[in-house]
Every structure is written in C-alpha cells, then in structure tokens.
C-alpha cells in the first residue's frame, strides 16, 4: 500500500490504450472502466483524462477480433500501478489487448488539477449495422458482397472485359 515516503516522491505520469471486445455490452465495459478506476485508486495512483475513441478496425486481427473498442486512460502513479492495472486488464476477458506508456517522470500530484468530466468513463454503445464485419471468404475476395455486386453494376458492369468495338 502507500507508505509517507512513496507519497513524498514524485509520480510519474503514464497512459494506457485497451482494446474492448467489439461485441462488449455496456455491462462488461463498465465492468472493465470500474476495475480500471479502484486499481489506480488503491494502489495510490489518480486517474487525471479518460476518453472512450468508440470501435474502430483492427490493424490486424488480434484473438479472432476484427473490430474493438477503445478506451485511453491517462494517469499518475508509480510503477506498482501500472503492472497491477495490467494484470488486472490480462485477466478480464472483454479486453483484447492493452499497452502503457510512460509519458513523463517527477510529476508532482498537488499540482495537476483535473476535472471530474474528464475521468468519467463513457458508455459504450453496442455495434450498430455498419459494424459488421465481413465473412473471411469476403475479405479475400473469393466471394462477392451485396455492396461489391452493386458497386460493379454502377461502374459499368464489364469493368471493360467486355464485346467493345474496335475504332481503327
């Protein structure tokens, strides 16, 4: 726990990326933000910016997951914090991936003010129509989607392999 002497030191301030499942509910996202919250508080630290970026795609697929959901957290602590929220952050199963940073050393805590706006975690809202993702055989081309048979009518059908005359 925190002793007089780690509260006199300077913090250092850090920021962490996780990735929620894209199918995550509200439930287990604010399961996750909850988790995230009493970990830095217990082990000293201060929560000081959180944003939720919302679903995005995946650089490249990561647990069978094309999508996911993220979530930035900016806090200050010592590194107890850190390797505590990551192994909090390993055990749940709606997060897919995470990554800490250190952004600066010697920060003093009585001096950073932070709004309460600023750390409330946003409610994730569930995967809309457009965020489906598509089927394995799509994404490689071998078969073709509603959206790419239409996109071909609108060009012009043949995409030029067709019986055009000569002109010469």
Excluded at 56 to 74: F, I, S
Excluded at 138 to 144: H, N, P, R
Excluded at 160 to 168: P, Q, T
């Amino acid at each position: 726990m925190v002793t007089e002497q780690s509260a006199k030191m300077p913090a250092r301030e850090y920021e962490t990326i996780y990735i929620l499942k894209s199918d995550t509910s509200k439930e287990g996202a604010s399961k996750v933000a909850e988790r995230v919250g009493d970990v830095v508080g217990k082990e000293g630290g201060k929560l000081t910016l959180v944003e939720t970026w919302g679903r995005r795609q995946l650089a490249y697929p990561v647990k069978k997951q094309r999508r996911g959901v993220y979530v930035y957290v900016k806090y200050l602590g010592g590194g107890g914090v850190v390797s505590e929220l990551e192994r909090n952050l390993r055990m749940l199963d709606e997060v897919v991936k995470y990554q800490t940073v250190q952004v600066r050393e010697g920060v003093d805590e009585a001096t950073v003010q932070v709004d309460p706006e600023a750390i409330t975690f946003a409610d994730v809202e569930p995967p809309g129509e457009d965020d489906v993702d598509e089927t394995l055989e799509q994404s490689l081309g071998l078969v073709d989607g509603p959206s790419r048979r239409h996109d071909v009518e609108e060009e012009g059908g043949d995409m030029g392999l067709g019986d055009e005359e000569d002109e010469s």
